[in-house]
């Protein structure tokens, strides 16, 4: 009896046995340290992807107010140049007199 209990133990009854503490062994490890390390690591990556959006929204409101103020600036430039085109064109007109009553 004993003969046959030793042979059952170290032979396939004895490697499943192992086999199944093994599995369960690797089982234990997983769902106490694995996954929630997984977890805690997505949740990481999620908050760093959200602060990541938030920022590239934050910039491009910040290049929109940019764009609109650069518009701003460019009708106020057109303005002043066509300030200066009527006075060159008016400064020509009496270049052009003054020519005219000299000769």
Same mark, same amino acid.
């Given at each position: 009896?004993?003969?046959?209990?030793?042979?059952?133990?170290?032979?396939?009854?004895?490697? *499943?046995?192992?086999?199944?503490?093994? *599995?369960?062994?690797?089982?234990?490890?997983?769902? #106490?340290? *694995?996954?929630?390390?997984?977890?805690?690591?997505?949740?990481?990556?999620?908050?760093? *992807?959200?602060?990541?959006?938030?920022?590239?929204?934050?910039?491009?409101?910040?290049? #929109?107010?940019?764009?609109?103020?650069?518009?701003?600036?460019?009708?106020?430039?057109?303005?002043?140049?066509?300030?200066?085109?009527?006075?060159?064109?008016?400064?020509?007109?009496?270049? #052009?007199?003054?020519?005219?009553?000299?000769?």
């Amino acid at each position: 009896m004993t003969d046959a209990l030793i042979q059952q133990l170290s032979g396939p009854g004895g490697g *499943f046995v192992l086999c199944l503490s093994i *599995f369960y062994g690797m089982y234990l490890i997983m769902t #106490k340290h *694995f996954i929630p390390l997984a977890a805690r690591h997505l949740d990481e990556s999620d908050e760093r *992807f959200r602060e990541m959006m938030d920022n590239h929204i934050k910039d491009r409101d910040a290049y #929109k107010v940019g764009l609109r103020k650069l518009g701003s600036r460019h009708d106020n430039i057109d303005g002043k140049l066509e300030n200066i085109h009527v006075d060159v064109k008016g400064i020509r007109e009496s270049i #052009k007199r003054c020519n005219e009553e000299t000769q």
